[in-house]
């Protein structure tokens, strides 16, 4: 879970930084504007993995030494 939900901030990052620097919105492009039912899918799932990478800045990492 913690993986998807990082692939997902990423996307959304990166699209982010192409709305900033080039004010070109790649998730409205590929799936057919902002409006579209499955643009609004894709940013609701980006928001919510957004708030659930929330939890990654509470959470104590796990240190292991591999030998």
């Known amino acids: 879970m913690d993986k ?6 990423i996307i959304g990052a990166l699209n982010w930084l192409l709305v900033g620097v080039f004010r070109f919105d790649l998730v409205a492009s590929l799936f ?3 409006d579209a039912w499955l643009s609004r899918a894709v940013y609701t799932l980006v928001g919510i993995a957004g708030l659930y990478a929330i ?3 509470f959470r104590e990492r796990d ?4 030998v």
């Open 4 to 9: 998807l939900a990082l692939v997902l901030v």
């Open 32 to 34: 057919g504007g902002q």
């Open 55 to 57: 939890s990654f800045l």
């Open 63 to 66: 240190v292991r030494e591999k």
